[in-house]
């Protein structure tokens, strides 16, 4: 089991930026894969983002059509920590975040961004 928690989220305007942290803990991670979903009210949870490491080696990040080129996601291997940094934030990014990683969930962080 992997013990995941989210940081970093908050209110900001719409253009402003936010970078959101989930540290992992629970086992020796040398290879997995850790995604951010986010559910805004009202609707079903979706994926934005994930990146995958293999013997402590990026080999994979995948973004949701909707947050490329504004979203990145990253990894400090020395932490267990994945970043997701988000620029040009628009108010449909308005969801609480979740950090996940095999079938364990973090808490969630919540991000607003106003109009």
């Known amino acids: 089991q992997v013990q995941l928690v989210e940081s970093g989220g908050g209110l900001v305007q719409a253009g402003g930026s936010l970078r959101l942290s989930c540290v992992a803990s629970?086992?020796?991670?040398?290879?997995?894969?850790i995604g951010w979903f986010r559910q805004a009210p009202g609707k079903e949870r979706e994926f934005v983002a994930r990146?995958?490491?293999?013997?402590?080696?990026?080999?994979?990040?995948d973004y949701a059509d909707s947050v490329k080129g504004r979203f990145t996601i990253s990894r400090d291997n020395r932490k267990t920590t994945v970043y997701l940094q988000m620029n040009s934030l628009k108010p449909e990014d308005t969801a609480v975040y979740y950090c996940?990683?095999?079938?364990?969930w973090g808490q969630g962080t919540q991000v607003t961004v106003s109009s």
């Open positions: 996940n990683a095999d079938r364990d």
């Open positions: 990146i995958s490491w293999r013997s402590g080696i990026t080999v994979r990040a």
């Open positions: 629970g086992r020796t991670f040398g290879s997995l894969t």
